[in-house]
């Protein structure tokens, strides 16, 4: 290797780490001008001051459904107060109270003082009343609410806002699911058939050729030039199309890239790529992983060992089992849970008797995922049990 191939210790890659990380909104929204150009079509009767209409957007995970709708609300909330949309991230709010809590928070700027429902749900008409505004809300992950049981008293409740204030217009729904196998508006019980009416906007894969423009978007604005050559982005490109997941993209190309800066290089390699997910079978869950922390990957690692041994996987009972390794109070312990669901390495379902816990991989894939460790972690892979 030359010597003006190094880097000195306190050098970087990343021009703009930023770009890498999963809260990064991207500055140019490729391919989903179809989309935008049909949720803005929605939203116009409100400008007028008519209810937005309703849509489903369904696609798979990693097609840009939320950054989509983001993008669209932040246009809409700039140019007009008569709309107010907004972003409920139902794998975090399922509950009536907090779904309605976010609604207020946003409104108002701050979090309500009140726990009740009626009083929340009471600031929330006094603020579009003043405002004598329209609300359009996003429920991402709408899934989550069916398992919660929230769905349809929720969906009821904001089309017909005006049942419980007659000066007041129904709000507009944006239901968002990656679940392909769920249709939301068969979910939806006759009551609320009767006022929802969405329209179904697709989020379709992306080709490897909109992948790689995507990804050499990234690249641009991430990283110092050259630092991927063409031929590691073609290899990432490839493994993305796999997994039609821009995520998985995204992920390995950081990962590539903190491991060649790791060893002071100035350019990622094929290999480099191929170390991230070597003993991994999916590049999905080898790019999921690598963002973890080393509690979260620990929690992984015993989930992975509780289904292996088909024990019992309600998160509850997951917790019991867990405490023999992992010190840790139910609070992190159910933060920890959510961020791995987050990840999409694990499903969370509601049953009668609570959560259970599913693993979306097989058990051998994610100790060899978790044996791997993460940026920054200085905790040796977890040990087997026993
Ligand atoms: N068209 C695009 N242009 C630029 N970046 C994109 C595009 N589509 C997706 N991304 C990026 O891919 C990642 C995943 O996108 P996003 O969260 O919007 O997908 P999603 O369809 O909502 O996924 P999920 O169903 O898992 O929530 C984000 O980092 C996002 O910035």
Redesign the pocket.
């Known amino acids: 290797m030359r010597y003006s191939s190094l880097l000195r210790s306190d050098q970087t890659l990343f021009r703009d780490p930023e770009v890498f990380e999963?809260t990064?909104?991207?500055e140019?929204?490729?391919?989903?001008d179809a989309q935008v150009r049909e949720l803005a079509f929605l939203i116009r009767p409100a400008l007028r001051g008519a209810s937005p209409m309703n849509a489903i957007l369904r696609?798979p995970?990693?097609?840009?459904?939320?950054?989509?709708v983001r993008r669209v609300f932040a246009e809409v909330a700039a140019e007009t107060r008569r709309v107010v949309p907004v972003y409920v991230n139902c794998r975090q709010d399922h509950t009536l109270l907090a779904v309605y809590r976010c609604i207020s928070r946003h409104l108002s700027g701050y979090a309500p003082p009140s726990r009740h429902l009626d009083d929340v749900r009471e600031v929330i008409a006094a603020r579009l009343r003043e405002r004598d505004a329209r609300l359009l809300v996003c429920l991402?992950?709408a899934d989550y609410l069916i398992a919660a049981g929230t769905y349809n008293v929720l969906l009821y409740q904001l089309l017909r806002l005006y049942e419980g204030w007659s000066d007041l217009r129904g709000a507009g729904v944006f239901a968002v699911t990656?679940d392909l196998a769920l249709n939301l508006y068969a979910e939806a019980d006759g009551p609320v058939r009767s006022v929802f009416h969405p329209t179904e906007v697709n989020?379709w894969p992306y080709t490897k050729t909109e992948i790689r423009g995507?990804l050499s978007?990234r690249v641009r604005q991430g990283l110092y030039p050259g630092v991927v050559p063409a031929t590691v982005l073609d290899l990432v490109v490839e493994m993305t199309a796999g997994e039609q997941d821009?995520?998985v993209g995204?992920a390995l190309l950081r990962q590539a890239c903190l491991q060649a800066e790791g060893d002071s290089r100035r350019r990622v390699t094929r290999k480099d790529v191929m170390d991230v997910v070597a003993g991994v079978g999916s590049p999905a869950l080898a790019a999921r992983t690598t963002g973890l922390s080393s509690g979260e990957r620990a929690l992984l690692y015993r989930i992975a060992e509780q289904s292996l041994s088909g024990a019992e996987m309600m998160a509850g009972a997951v917790f019991e089992e867990v405490q023999d390794y992992l010190a840790v109070g139910k609070t992190t312990y159910h933060a920890r849970l959510r961020r791995l669901a987050d990840a999409?390495i694990i499903d969370l379902l509601h049953t009668g008797k609570g959560y259970e816990v599913f693993l979306r991989y097989a058990p051998d894939e994610v100790f060899a995922a978790c044996a791997r460790g993460g940026p920054g972690d200085q905790s040796p892979g977890c040990p087997r049990k026993g």
């Open positions: 999963s990064y909104t991207p140019h929204l490729h391919h989903r696609g995970p990693g097609t840009g459904k939320t950054t989509t991402d992950d990656s989020f995507i978007d821009v995520r995204i999409g």
